[in-house]
C-alpha cells in the first residue's frame, strides 16, 4: 500500500489549502482514512478522519474550518483547509487504516506553512 500525499504550500493567515492523498495497493473503499500533522517540537495529532461510509470526525482545533472528504472512485482523501491559522503550520500525514491487512499506513507528509 502506498500513500501519494500533495498540495501544501505556504499560504497567508486566511488563506485556503486543499491536500490530496492518492492510495494504492489498497480496496480504498472498505478503509477509513484520516489526516494527522505535527508541527515542529510537537507531536503528531490527529486532524480529522473519515470512515468509509463517509462518517467524519474532527479536531476541536480545526471543527468549523476544515473539511475531509474521499472519492473512492481515485482512491483518494482530501482536507480542504480554510481560515487557516499560524498554528496549523505543520507537516500534514495522511494515514489509511487497511481493514484485510489489519494495520494502517502512513503517507509522506506535506508541510503546510501559514504565514501571519
Known amino acids: 500500500v502506498q500513500l501519494q500525499a500533495s498540495g501544501g504550500g505556504l499560504v497567508q493567515a486566511g488563506g485556503s489549502l486543499t491536500l490530496s492523498c492518492a492510495a494504492s495497493g489498497s480496496t480504498f473503499n472498505i478503509n477509513g482514512c484520516a489526516w494527522y500533522r505535527q508541527a515542529p517540537g510537537k507531536q503528531r495529532e490527529l486532524v480529522a478522519r473519515i470512515s468509509s461510509g463517509g462518517s467524519t470526525n474532527y479536531a476541536d482545533s480545526v471543527e468549523g474550518r476544515f473539511a475531509i472528504s474521499r472519492d473512492n472512485a481515485k482512491s483518494t482523501v482530501y482536507l480542504q483547509m480554510n481560515s487557516l491559522k499560524p498554528e496549523d503550520t505543520a507537516v500534514y500525514y495522511c494515514?489509511?487504516?487497511?481493514?484485510?491487512?489489519?494495520?494502517?499506513?502512513w503517507g509522506q507528509g506535506t508541510l503546510v506553512t501559514v504565514s501571519s
Open positions: 494515514y489509511l487504516d487497511d481493514e484485510l491487512r489489519g494495520r494502517g499506513y
